[in-house]
């Protein structure tokens, strides 16, 4: 796994910016894998704002979420259908049916996940997963003690995670109790991988994902199994390193 240092969140984000708008320069046609969070909240900003001076296009760009709510519908300003539009697709030039999410108001939860992971593999799976990395290691929301060799699925999310999510939804109830996410066997398929991590708050994990051992119990150390997976971040985050 190769490991770019940078001073803060804003570099690290323009680092990303720079590396994803090289790979749609190198293919136009590149499937990117996107997360959520606040983690790529400055990746968006430097992608829009790409767009709009220097006229990069995401006409032909496809994209695959990592993850969605289930029980929110797209217009739920929480989902992250709603998240992705707001902060990236609607400023910039990408044909909406070229972005795909997991549906988190279908009927059948266990039937969209497995529609969902198809879609992916239908596709021939994303070329560039972008990532964030949750506190206790998770990626997508795949929970410490998810099989290395799971496909995309529904997962009940730890009170960890509900709890840092909070954040977002104003109160720990309103947080979704359920979401379908993306499995490690789906996130390690993509032919290569570019993770996010700023602030002292993800100091130990990143301290873990780089030096402890790669277990399920860990989910993100898996990234160090593939072949072309790099991390970006900060001096906060690399603090305990
Ligand atoms: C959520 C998302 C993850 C994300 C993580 C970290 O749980 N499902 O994809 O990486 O949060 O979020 P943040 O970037 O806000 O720290």
């Given at each position: 796994?190769?490991?770019i240092k ?8 323009r680092i ?17 894998g996107?997360?959520?969070?606040d ?6 900003r430097e ?15 496809q994209?695959f ?14 989902s ?9 697709f ?18 059948d ?10 879609l ?8 560039l997963?972008i990532?964030?990395?949750g506190?206790n290691g998770?990626i ?70 780089l030096e ?10 898996v990234?160090?199994?593939h ?15």
């Amino acid at each position: 796994m190769k490991l770019i240092k940078v001073a803060d969140y804003n570099e690290m984000s323009r680092i990303a910016a720079d590396y994803v708008i090289e790979r749609i320069h190198r293919n136009p046609q590149i499937k990117l894998g996107m997360p959520t969070g606040d983690t790529p909240r400055g990746l968006y900003r430097e992608l829009i704002a790409d767009h709009e001076k220097n006229g990069t296009s995401f006409k032909e760009v496809q994209t695959f979420n990592l993850d969605e709510y289930i029980g929110l519908s797209g217009q739920d300003p929480q989902s992250y259908r709603y998240y992705m539009d707001i902060f990236l697709f609607d400023h910039i030039d990408i044909d909406k049916k070229n972005t795909h999410l997991p549906k988190g108001d279908a009927e059948d939860a266990f039937a969209e996940a497995e529609a969902y992971e198809k879609l992916i593999q239908d596709s021939g799976n994303v070329d560039l997963q972008i990532l964030g990395m949750g506190g206790n290691g998770h990626i997508g929301f795949n929970e410490p003690g998810t099989p290395f060799d799971s496909m995309a699925h529904v997962v009940e999310l730890t009170l960890a995670t509900r709890n840092a999510n909070a954040k977002f939804f104003g109160s720990l109830e309103s947080v979704p109790k359920r979401a379908i996410t993306m499995g490690i066997a789906t996130i390690m398929g993509s032919k290569e991988i570019l993770m996010l991590v700023s602030g002292a708050g993800k100091s130990e994990a990143v301290s873990r994902l780089l030096e402890g051992p790669i277990e399920e119990a860990f989910p993100a150390s898996v990234l160090r199994m593939h072949p072309h997976a790099t991390i970006i971040a900060d001096k906060a985050a690399l603090s305990l390193c």
